[in-house]
């Protein structure tokens, strides 16, 4: 199909050149055919095939010096633009008469910006339906022709019941102009009814009366017009309207459409994520799982450094893998900060422990020094904070060939410039190679490194520096270097963390005192029933082989039928359960388990879920389908067992609380509140502790954990010890998501509720 066709008539050939140059950039489905004179032009008319679909005319030319080149090219029926090098009303009259659609002063600054807009909005406007509502058939008759004359399809209507009509038999019409009165329904309640059915996005109205009221074109807007114009009015200016009402609403749905593209690819990119993830960390269960079951077996040293190796590389794989998806949670703004209470020196401990390895391979020193004014405890989020140092020292390792890296920590502010909160400064200061200064600020960027070089020698991906810089200014900090090439590094971050107050402290501390950790692997207390659910035959294998290793005994399926049928005729203590499955996905498997659990009466069995999606919500998606806990592949062979004796052998018993004497002191201590906090908490903690219950077990933890220290501090204020008991190892089980343990302790709180009142009530009597 040949492109269709611009006449050109241009005796100036500087303007003529650069007016092609930018029709043929902009509009290049258009051929523009150029003449100099008003002979050149005839004939080029007589040679075209197929016509013109404009014609841009100079009205001064050497062989037509008056305009005769406007009636030679109308009379071929070619409808035309003029450029005039001066301009006159006059001349505008003149023009207009003659029916050119346009005319555009050369001189004019934007002048051929002015030409190309209106030729591609003239070009546009054949695929554009407008409707024409109005009872006068003359004044449809004129808005009908002049709207065709500028090639938009035009259908008509006499009334409103007819124009609505034709909304809903002729999709996409994109303008409507409408008068303000008509017999049976005013343009008024058209528009009205319009926009009931048609946003603004897809259907512009521009309102239009012959009434002299002043306010009526505020009225049409305020009924959802686009636009209004009085009449008589002037063609121009109704034209300028109309197509500025179409540039606005074809600009907004093409902002629609780039963000529905946009969301089409972050969601085809997720997709992407979670099936490559799942693919990658498929085969990495196997490796990771394989390596700690040769490393349980009695090995010779060299053997063992080559399955040592194997572990290292599995690990930096792994770490890599969820540097990418850590990238893409930043992008798509899915990561949040968890507020829990943390030990920054436990923190950090935690991470020297997992570098000292590599350390000790390459010789370095690792050191930490944490100024005393460091806070013993802070609420924030120590998943993170524990990735943003190791990231970091894991790149100083990296670039440190002799000498260390020393972790630094100190308090920016104290107690009296702001109780609530601690501001902490870390530092991570290496012997390394160093980073030329002006390679300084862009090191923090993805997939940047200061060097080509140093990719080739040191490897790596340029994210985790990325990583950090994000997770840092997620908590409301800042991140920077200082560094000079040979001279080692000196990496900063500041980040803000709330404070306990003394007494929240105070209960922290007693609480550490009472559960401290215990790093060996915890005995297995009974052998187990296991039934591993998973359709990969190595991974059932890998799994098999760490519980049998373990003691216990296992069966296995491949599929959710499968699956369901051996439970059904075994008897099992704990299911492991993969998520995707070839006939049904694991949550499926488990609602429909738990279904024929309740209408047996079946002891409810413990389900884990296992699998290599570890994407935002699977967890959460898990654990409301039934499942009651969650293990992410590749896992380590301690971390499988482990979980495995704490959700295995069912609950922990949770210790009994004293019990309550006749006598008041164990219920209420008068030391501890007095009289108007009794009569606060008898007023209110009922409505809370109500509250509370319609909230779990489906409520976000820190919605409950809120209600949870509202009940807390009512006990405080009344001397409630037993109850006040009760809501912190709430607090504690809601924290740690474990929702049995809530649920337990939810009844207790209730019973401990009634005691406490019944004890306030005979304290009233006595007094």
Not at 26 to 48: F, M, N
Not at 86 to 95: I, R, T, V
Not at 181 to 190: I, K, N, R, V
Request: charge should be negative; proline fraction near 5%.
């Amino acid at each position: 199909m040949s492109a269709e066709k611009i006449l050109l008539v241009e005796d100036s050939k500087a303007f003529a050149t650069l007016l092609k140059n930018e029709l043929a950039a902009r509009l290049p489905y258009l051929e523009v055919v150029l003449a100099t004179t008003r002979k050149d032009a005839a004939k080029a008319i007589a040679l075209a095939k197929g016509g013109f679909l404009l014609g841009i005319l100079d009205l001064h030319l050497p062989d037509a010096p008056d305009g005769e080149i406007v009636d030679t090219v109308l009379a071929k029926k070619i409808p035309s633009i003029i450029l005039t090098s001066s301009f006159n009303a006059e001349l505008q009259q003149k023009l207009l008469a003659r029916q050119v659609l346009d005319y555009f002063v050369k001189s004019h600054f934007g002048a051929i910006h002015a030409v190309i807009h209106f030729i591609e909005r003239y070009y546009r406007n054949a695929s554009i339906k407008a409707l024409v509502v109005d009872d006068s058939r003359s004044s449809r008759l004129l808005l009908v022709g002049l709207l065709q004359r500028y090639r938009l399809q035009v259908l008509e209507a006499e009334n409103g019941n007819a124009a609505l009509q034709l909304l809903e038999q002729e999709p996409g019409i994109r303008l409507l102009l409408t008068d303000y009165h008509m017999p049976g329904m005013d343009g008024f309640e058209l528009t009205k009814k319009i926009r009931a059915r048609h946003s603004g996005e897809e259907l512009a109205i521009i309102g239009l009366s012959a009434q002299g009221d002043p306010h009526l074109s505020a009225k049409f807007l305020k009924y959802g017009a686009n636009d209004f114009i009085g009449k008589p009015f002037q063609i121009e200016e109704l034209l300028c309207r109309v197509f500025q009402n179409l540039d606005l609403i074809e600009k907004i749905r093409a902002i629609s459409d780039a963000a529905e593209t946009a969301r089409q690819a972050s969601q085809t990119k997720s997709a992407f994520l979670a099936n490559m993830s799942h693919e990658i960390r498929t085969p990495m269960n196997a490796i990771m799982g394989m390596t700690d079951l040769v490393l349980a077996t009695p090995l010779e040293a060299e053997q063992k450094s080559r399955i040592r190796i194997v572990q290292t590389a599995a690990d930096e794989l792994l770490a890599l893998i969820n540097n990418v998806l850590d990238i893409s949670k930043i992008e798509a703004g899915r990561i949040t900060l968890e507020r829990i209470r943390f030990d920054p020196r436990d923190r950090i401990a935690t991470t020297m422990a997992i570098l000292e390895i590599k350390t000790r391979e390459k010789g370095l020193r690792l050191e930490s020094e944490i100024a005393p004014e460091v806070p013993p405890w802070v609420v924030g989020d120590p998943h993170r904070l524990h990735q943003i140092i190791l990231n970091l020292c894991n790149n100083a390792i990296k670039f440190t060939d002799s000498g260390g890296i020393r972790i630094v920590v100190e308090e920016e502010n104290g107690t009296q410039d702001d109780p609530e909160h601690t501001t902490l400064h870390f530092r991570i200061i290496d012997t390394g190679i160093g980073i030329p200064e002006d390679r300084l600020e862009m090191i923090f960027g993805r997939f940047t490194q200061a060097e080509a070089s140093t990719t080739r020698q040191y490897g790596g991906t340029g994210l985790g520096l990325a990583i950090c810089k994000h997770l840092v200014e997620l908590h409301g900090g800042r991140i920077w270097v200082e560094s000079r090439a040979g001279h080692g590094s000196v990496f900063h971050f500041i980040v803000r963390y709330g404070r306990l107050a003394e007494n929240e402290l105070q209960e922290v501390l007693a609480d550490a005192r009472e559960q401290r950790p215990d790093t060996a692997l915890p005995a297995t207390r009974a052998n187990r029933n296991i039934l591993v659910v998973d359709d990969n035959p190595i991974n059932r294998q890998v799994a098999g082989s760490l519980l049998k290793m373990a003691g216990h005994a296992v069966t296995t399926a491949q599929k959710g039928e499968e699956a369901l049928a051996t439970w059904e005729n075994g008897s099992f203590d704990l299911i492991l359960m993969d998520v995707n499955l070839p006939d049904m996905s694991g949550c499926e498997v488990t609602r429909r388990l738990r279904d024929l659990e309740s209408a047996r009466g079946k002891t409810r069995i413990p389900i884990i879920a296992l699998t290599a999606n570890v994407l935002a919500g699977v967890k959460e998606q898990c654990l409301a389908c039934g499942m009651d806990d969650f293990l992410g592949k590749p896992y380590r062979g301690r971390e499988l067992l482990e979980l495995v004796e704490r959700i295995g052998a069912g609950p922990e018993p949770e210790p009994a609380p004293p019990p309550v004497p006749p006598r008041l002191p164990p219920v209420l201590d008068d030391s501890a509140g007095d009289e108007g906090g009794r009569a606060t908490f008898r007023a209110e903690a009922p409505a809370r502790l109500a509250s509370l219950q319609a909230l779990l077990p489906g409520a976000d933890p820190p919605e409950a954990r809120r209600e949870v220290e509202a009940l807390k501090q009512l006990a405080a204020s009344a001397g409630a010890i037993y109850f006040k008991m009760v809501t912190i190892r709430l607090g504690s089980a809601i924290l740690g998501e474990d929702r049995e343990k809530s649920a337990r302790l939810l009844t207790t709180l209730e019973e401990s509720l009634h005691q406490t009142l019944r004890a306030i009530e005979e304290r009233e009597v006595k007094s």
